[in-house]
């Protein structure tokens, strides 16, 4: 199995294991005299099995990630880590982009004036710089995903 076709996987256990909770709690309690629409030791039990499943793929994925390399001397959990962290900076600078923007509501125009504390420019041209390099890294973690073998 590819690495990435058990992330899929991982992601439909995850979806799996949040159905058969919504299935537990749905069938937790009855009124008295009826029986549930299901089992919920049944349930249970299938939650537990599954859980165990997952665990397992965790920790090959894991595995994988820590030895299989996106470039030289860059591990796939390193590129995830990496990626991650432009995710949030690339967040940053966007959202202060967007803060700094002076926009004159008509009402207040006489009354209160703004003025922005950060070059707009600047700091778009750096949440571009590092969408550019988020879309980049992603692209070698999904081509790198595809063509490694699960441990």
């Known amino acids: 199995m590819k690495l990435a076709e058990a992330l899929v996987l991982r992601a439909d256990i995850k979806k799996r294991l949040?159905?058969?909770?919504?299935?537990?709690?749905?069938?937790?309690?009855?009124?008295e005299g009826e029986a549930p629409a299901e089992n919920p030791q049944a349930l249970t039990e299938e939650m537990e099995r599954i859980s165990n499943e997952l665990t397992t793929l965790i920790q090959r994925i894991n595995k994988t990630n820590n030895i299989t390399e996106v470039s030289p001397g860059v591990t796939l959990a390193d590129a995830i880590a990496t990626r991650d962290t432009l995710v949030l900076k690339h967040s940053f600078y966007r959202d202060?982009?967007?803060a700094a923007?002076?926009?004159?509501?008509?009402?207040?125009?006489?009354?209160?004036?703004?003025?922005?504390?950060?070059?707009?420019p600047q700091v778009q041209a750096q949440a571009d710089k590092l969408a550019q390099a988020h879309r980049s890294l992603d692209t070698q973690i999904q081509e790198t995903n595809w063509k490694t073998e699960l441990l």
């Open 96 to 98: 202060l982009a967007q």
């Open 18 to 31: 949040e159905q058969l909770k919504s299935r537990v709690i749905r069938n937790a309690k009855v009124q």
């Open 101 to 120: 923007t002076i926009t004159q509501d008509i009402r207040t125009k006489s009354e209160i004036k703004f003025k922005g504390t950060v070059s707009v």
